[in-house]
């Protein structure tokens, strides 16, 4: 078995129709034997589909997806697992277990910025999850609606590193101000000189927010199909009323129910990062 996925810099990349690579794995048994990175040769939606089939592809795994996409996938006998994100290997290894589930067409449009998702960047990204959608500005300040590439290194109060795009060697890039990253980062890069390096500290309120409650649901695992053979710990996903897929992980389960907790991994917790501007387009 053959399994492509949309790739970018280790990560699932979010647009289907504008990835410039793929990274396709070998599965014999059920576990990857070899893996390679492959370019989609500027080919767009209505072609990628037949890319992949000519690479004898089975599955594809990816991020957003239209449902012209989905068909063409369809047509040429692809299966379809739309609405994944983070690390390639990882997903991978999560789709082998059974534990990566299909939101299937998630995107309506095809008006995406290149970047504009949820978790693109490592640990989270931290980004909003916004998906699809128009940009509408959240603060002012003339870095605000631009186009900004970025370094930066992210770390806990005791110093341990988080994150950092000066180790993947590509910097981040985001539009300013359109809540694709979260508040306190948004608001340190809006009024920042190219070249400019800044370190920052944020509290919860201003990152990932505090953990909420309400986030932390049960449900009877006779009522999601494949959660039994969950464990406590593991992630999956789910989709929003709009159709967007979010983490959850698995907080607890026994014979009938299971808990799964939506707070993000990095809710409650003050964050440092130290920012360095790279352009402004």
Do not use: W
């Amino acid at each position: 078995m053959k399994i492509a996925v949309t790739y970018d810099n280790g990560e699932v990349f979010q647009h289907f129709g504008r990835t410039e690579n793929f990274k396709v794995y070998e599965v014999e048994d059920n576990k990857v034997v070899s893996s390679e990175v492959i370019g989609s040769n500027g080919s767009g939606h209505g072609a990628l589909a037949g890319l992949l089939a000519g690479q004898d592809i089975d599955v594809l795994i990816c991020g957003g997806i239209g449902g012209g996409a989905q068909a063409a996938l369809t047509e040429a006998g692809i299966e379809l697992v739309a609405g994944a994100e983070g690390n390639t290997d990882e997903v991978v290894e999560a789709y082998l277990r059974g534990e990566l589930v299909s939101t299937g067409s998630n995107c309506n449009h095809h008006d995406h910025e290149e970047g504009h998702s949820c978790g693109e960047h490592g640990c989270g990204g931290h980004s909003c999850g916004g998906g699809c959608g128009s940009v509408q500005l959240t603060l002012e300040g003339k870095n605000a609606g631009k186009t900004c590439r970025v370094h930066y290194k992210g770390t806990f109060n005791d110093g341990v590193q988080f994150d950092s795009s000066y180790d993947r060697g590509e910097p981040l890039e985001f539009v300013c101000g359109a809540g694709m990253m979260i508040k306190g980062f948004d608001a340190a890069v809006v009024d920042m000189e190219v070249g400019q390096v800044v370190d920052i500290h944020l509290m919860p309120e201003e990152a990932y927010g505090m953990p909420d409650p309400s986030a932390v649901m049960t449900f009877e695992i006779a009522q999601l199909p494949g959660s039994e053979n969950l464990t406590v710990g593991q992630q999956v996903y789910l989709t929003n009323p709009m159709g967007q897929p979010f983490p959850v992980k698995v907080a607890a389960k026994d014979d009938t129910t299971i808990t799964l907790d939506a707070n993000h991994e990095m809710a409650g917790k003050e964050l440092n990062f130290k920012i360095e501007l790279v352009s402004v387009q």
